[in-house]
């Protein structure tokens, strides 16, 4: 079976602290992809990041970097030095045709 | 705009109506997915089409759920008899693939209230 657990469900941190989202995630195939998607108040899901699963570099784009490490199935997402902008839900998912997403983290930055 | 386009953005309807939705994904993308998401969840996969033909459906997905992508291009999305465990919002995404692998766009979602 194939499922994607966020422990976290509400995280508040104060602007310009960091903020590490965990994603764990089961599946018996050997080739996958994980994402992660920002979800901000408006509605609309926006694409972040998308790793192979043979690709366990870990990636930095500006503020934010992930963590994929295949012997504790995790994909994990920090926001370095938060932004009252950042504030939103963020889902981990995990895709064969099918994307199969966690339950969310919602992240609130206050100023 | 090239983005996916959802139509209508909200649908209020009383039980027991019928409803449909429409996704117009974009244009170069061949496959096309649809979602449930009610609050605080994240995405529920319904089903997805690769050009004109479905490939895929959840369990979810009842019979009184039909999605049809009739020409390759948009989809609808149909619930007859509906129920106040339909509400939800509803989102649509495409993407470009050969293979089963591959990134997806969402729109701007559907959000149904059934009374």
């Known amino acids: 079976a194939q499922k994607v657990t966020q422990a976290q469900t509400e995280i508040s941190v104060v602007e310009k602290e960091d903020v590490t989202l965990d994603c764990v995630y089961e599946?018996?195939?050997?080739?996958?992809?994980l994402f992660w998607y920002k979800q901000p108040p408006s509605g609309e899901l926006v694409f972040l990041i998308r790793r192979n699963s043979f690709d366990e570099q870990n990636e930095i784009s500006g503020r934010y970097s992930w963590n994929f490490q295949k012997s504790t199935s995790s994909f994990n997402f920090t926001i370095t030095a938060s932004q009252v902008v950042d504030s939103a839900v963020y889902f981990c998912a995990l895709s064969e045709y099918d994307m199969r997403f966690g339950a969310g983290t919602r992240l609130t930055v206050k100023p | 705009d090239t983005g996916v386009s959802q139509n209508p953005r909200h649908k209020i309807t009383k039980r027991g109506q019928n409803v449909t939705f429409r996704c117009d994904p974009i244009?170069?993308?061949?496959?096309l997915y649809w979602y449930r998401q009610t609050l605080g969840q994240g995405p529920e996969f319904l089903t997805y089409f690769q050009n004109e033909a479905q490939l895929e459906k959840s369990r979810l997905l009842s019979d009184r759920f039909s999605a049809e992508r009739p020409k390759g291009s948009f989809s609808t999305l149909e619930i007859q008899r509906t129920e106040q465990g339909d509400s939800a919002m509803y989102l649509c995404a495409s993407s470009f693939s050969d293979s089963s692998y591959n990134e997806q766009f969402f729109g701007p979602g559907t959000r149904l209230t059934v009374l």
């Open positions: 599946t018996r195939d050997t080739t996958y992809y």
């Open positions: 244009s170069e993308h061949n496959r």
